[in-house]
């Protein structure tokens, strides 16, 4: 079955713009994780949604959002972007038995 | 607060060595734990797994290893291969269903 897909793979956009990721789990998964991966700081949680709603979330300023739809797939919003805000952007869908499978992430560089 | 962490940022072994790669944790409610791989401009993806009812498991040629006590695991891979030069990340939870807090990271590296 396929896996998960995030789009775009590469993202340049300067500061003070937002930006929206997109995240297509495996079909089946309900629960979306989104984690933050910097060099140094390893992968940091995001926040996870799970039927359309936000369960859980993580230690990241308020213009960090998502939102999850009616089929699961998720998006993630950054607004005000700042230089700090560039990582690799990783979305996980799980069936919240085995763990996560991640997908490629995008790769947000902000100048 | 970082409440797994990964001490070693790189590790060089030799092809057909062991390789041993650490992970602690400060959270006594983590009951879950999970290594994943990740090679560059890929996600990570999942390697083993071990629940806080065993001290042991083991895939092939990966091992993993849980002190709860020292609130410690650790990972083994023998023999070493030039193929599992990667980032490998630890990961707890407090359970199966949620969210997993993850360490740095280490890179190893196994010279051929």
């Known amino acids: 079955k396929a896996g998960v897909t995030q789009t775009p793979r590469y993202l340049i956009k300067t500061r003070g713009q937002q930006v929206t990721l997109s995240c297509s789990p495996i079909s089946g998964h309900r629960s979306v994780s989104w984690y933050q991966q910097t060099p140094g700081q390893g992968l940091q949680f995001l926040f996870e949604y799970f039927s359309e709603t936000q369960r859980n979330k993580g230690n990241f300023p308020g213009r960090f959002s998502g939102r999850q739809f009616s089929n699961s797939r998720s998006e993630m919003n950054v607004s005000t972007l700042e230089l700090g805000d560039s990582a690799l952007y990783l979305c996980?869908?799980?069936?919240?038995?085995?763990?996560?499978?991640f997908g490629s992430g995008t790769r947000l560089t902000v100048v | 607060d970082q409440q797994v962490k990964q001490n070693s940022p790189s590790l060089s072994v030799q092809e057909g060595r062991i390789s041993i790669l650490n992970c602690d944790y400060t959270?006594?409610?983590?009951?879950?734990f999970l290594w994943y791989k990740k090679y560059p401009a890929e996600g990570p993806t999942f390697l083993i797994s071990?629940?806080?009812?065993?001290d042991k498991n083991e895939d092939g040629r990966f091992t993993v290893f849980l002190n709860k006590s020292a609130k410690h695991l650790s990972l083994h891979i023998v023999p070493s291969q030039p193929g599992d030069s990667a980032v490998y990340f630890c990961?707890?939870?407090?359970?199966?269903?949620?969210?997993?807090?993850f360490g740095t990271g280490t890179s190893l590296t196994v010279i051929p």
């Open positions: 996980a869908s799980s069936d919240l038995i085995y763990g996560y499978t």
């Open positions: 959270n006594s409610m983590f009951d879950y």
């Open positions: 071990i629940s806080s009812i065993k």
């Open positions: 990961a707890a939870s407090p359970d199966t269903g949620n969210q997993f807090y």
